[in-house]
Structures are given as C-alpha cells and as structure tokens.
Nanobody, 124 residues
Framework: EVQLVESGGGLVQAGGSLRLSCAAS????????IGWFRQAPGKEREAVAC????????IWPNSVKGRFTISSDNVKNTVSLQMNSLKPEDTAIYYC?????????????????WGQGTQVTVSS
C-alpha cells in the first residue's frame, strides 16, 4: 500500500524558509513520480514541483522558480521541497502525491496517491 506523509509546514515570516518533507512507503522512486502541489483558500490546487527518474526535477509555476527546489533521498525514501524567500502568496496547504511512471505529469488528476497535506502560512 502506497502511503505519503508530509511534514515541515508551519508559520514563517515573509522572506523566510521552510523545508517540507514527504515520507513515502510502498513504492520505489524508480517507478513513481512524486509531486508537490498546493491549494490556497478559495483557489484551485496547483502543481508546484515534481521529481521522477526520467524527468529529473521540474518546477512549474514561474512564481516559485528560483525560490523552490525539489530533491529526493532514495535511502530514506523521502522527497523534500525547499522553499526560500517565502511570500504571503505562498500560503497554502501543500500536498505531496505520487503517480506511476518515470515522467512528471502536470495534470493533477493523474496522481493516484496523496498525502494529507501540511499547512504553510507566510506572514507579511
């Protein structure tokens, strides 16, 4: 059974940093792409970043490029999202999700497994 558990969220001031972690079990990073997504109040869920064996790392929104990086630890089976220079508009619930394959789809519906989410709040 695939399970994903996020951690690392919290309250941070604008300009600060947070590192989110997604602990994965029941899957191999060789066979699954792992993505990070976020959903702000009143907004649709959006894809933020992904890592996969063929694609490497992908960052999607221009608003986070240069500030967010995604990485994986194949020994610990974790995927991390390092978020720097945080802005109030980064406030959202952040989810990690997994889909089979070696490439990163941007279509949220293609991800079959989801964690419970972790809240990130950036104060101005």
């Amino acid at each position: 059974e695939v399970q994903l558990v996020e951690s690392g969220g919290g309250l941070v001031q604008a300009g600060g940093s947070l590192r989110l972690s997604c602990a994965a079990s029941g899957l191999s990073f060789d066979d699954y792409a792992i993505g990070w997504f976020r959903q702000a109040p009143g907004k649709e869920r959006e894809a933020v970043a992904c890592i996969a064996s063929s694609d490497g790392t992908t960052i999607w929104p221009n608003s986070v490029k240069g500030r967010f990086t995604i990485s994986s630890d194949n020994v610990k089976n974790t995927v991390s999202l390092q978020m720097n220079s945080l802005k109030p508009e980064d406030t959202a619930i952040y989810y990690c999700a997994a889909t089979t394959g070696s490439m990163c789809p941007v279509v949220i519906g293609w991800y079959s497994y989801w964690g419970q989410g972790t809240q990130v709040t950036v104060s101005s």
